[in-house]
């Protein structure tokens, strides 16, 4: 439970960085705006699904149809 509002708070502070930092910020030199992932220290990035580069045919004939 205390993790869960240690994450909620950094949740709203991290949104609030972004908010400040995009005011201030030149889009001249950034065209794109500040993320609250960009500030969060506790934003996950393993979180992201990741995609298969080989298929289940190929594992099967790796590990099943060796001889």
């Given at each position: 439970?205390?993790?869960?509002?240690?994450?909620?708070?950094?949740?709203?502070?991290?949104?609030?960085?972004?908010?400040?930092?995009?005011?201030?910020?030149?889009?001249?030199?950034?065209?794109?705006?500040?993320?609250?992932?960009?500030?969060?220290?506790?934003?996950?990035?393993?979180?992201?699904?990741?995609?298969?580069?080989?298929?289940?045919?190929?594992?099967k004939t790796i590990f099943v149809d060796r001889r």
């Amino acid at each position: 439970m205390a993790d869960a509002r240690r994450r909620d708070g950094w949740q709203h502070t991290s949104a609030l960085l972004a908010m400040l930092a995009n005011v201030h910020r030149n889009p001249k030199k950034k065209p794109q705006p500040f993320t609250p992932a960009e500030f969060n220290p506790l934003a996950d990035e393993r979180k992201k699904p990741v995609k298969a580069k080989t298929g289940v045919r190929t594992l099967k004939t790796i590990f099943v149809d060796r001889r």
